[in-house]
C-alpha cells in the first residue's frame, strides 16, 4: 500500500507561483510512475503532468507546458509540481497519483494510489 499526501496548494493572484509537494508513505517512489491531476469545478478530473521514477522522462500536458514542472526527490521520497504564471483557468483541486506499471501514463485508470487533493486557487 502506498499513502499519498499532497500539499503546498492556496490562493495566488494571476501571474503567482506555487509549488506542490506530493510525499509518499508506505513504499518509496522508486519503481513508480508518479502523475499530478486536476479537477475544477463541474469538470472530470484532468492530467497535467507525469514523472517515470527514473526521472529521465516526464510529460505534460499542453495546457501547462512551459509553465509547470513536475519533477522527483529520491532522498524525500516526494514529487513536487513547480507552477509558475498561474492563470485563474487553474483553479481546481492538484492530486498526486502513483502506479507500479512500468512507463510514463496520462489516463486516470493507470493509477492504482491517489491522494486527497489540495486546493489551488487563483484569482484574476
Known amino acids: 500500500q502506498v499513502q499519498l499526501v499532497e500539499s503546498g496548494g492556496g490562493l495566488v493572484q494571476a501571474g503567482g507561483s506555487l509549488r506542490l509537494s506530493c510525499a509518499a508513505s508506505?513504499?518509496?517512489?522508486?519503481?513508480?510512475?508518479v502523475a499530478w491531476f486536476r479537477r475544477a469545478p463541474g469538470e472530470e478530473r484532468q492530467f497535467v503532468a507525469a514523472?517515470?521514477?527514473?526521472?529521465?522522462?516526464?510529460y505534460h500536458a499542453d495546457s501547462v507546458k512551459g509553465r509547470f514542472t513536475i519533477s522527483g526527490d529520491n532522498a524525500k521520497n516526494t514529487v513536487y509540481l513547480q507552477m509558475n504564471s498561474l492563470k485563474p483557468e487553474d483553479t481546481a483541486i492538484y492530486y498526486c497519483?502513483?502506479?507500479?506499471?512500468?512507463?510514463?501514463?496520462?489516463?486516470?485508470?493507470?493509477?492504482?494510489?491517489w491522494g486527497q487533493g489540495t486546493q489551488v486557487t487563483v484569482s484574476a
Open positions: 497519483a502513483c502506479t507500479a506499471r512500468p512507463g510514463i501514463f496520462r489516463a486516470r485508470y493507470e493509477y492504482d494510489y
Open positions: 508506505g513504499r518509496t517512489f522508486r519503481n513508480l510512475a
Open positions: 514523472i517515470s521514477w527514473s526521472g529521465d522522462s516526464t
